[in-house]
């Protein structure tokens, strides 16, 4: 598994969550709504350092991961995080995993 973050999504953390290098964004899973992969569940995302990391992706000394405990969620996808250029908004999309 792996998170692949665009250029466009990255300058929308630099700009609206205002992260820097050194600075850690975590997805995870968060009960309510529905999303591609499951009913009742949608991803989150904050700023927090980790607990225990299970995947990590650096980016511009950004580190973006997501915790052992939400790999479930994945189901062996892979995490694609993009700007919806028209909402100016972050979209998440899964691809299988190689």
């Known amino acids: 598994m792996k998170i692949e973050i665009s250029q466009q999504a990255l300058e929308w953390f630099e700009q609206e969550m205002e992260a820097r290098s050194g600075e850690w964004i975590q997805f995870y899973a968060r009960y309510g709504g529905s999303s591609k992969l499951h009913e009742g569940f949608t991803l989150g995302m904050t700023k927090a350092e980790p607990d225990e990391a299970a995947i990590q992706q650096d980016e ?28 100016k908004e972050i979209e998440f999309d899964y691809k299988k995993g190689s």
């Open 60 to 87: 511009n000394g950004i580190h973006f991961y997501i915790e052992e405990r939400d790999l479930w969620y994945f189901d062996g996808h892979d995490l694609h995080v993009h700007l919806n250029e028209d909402r």
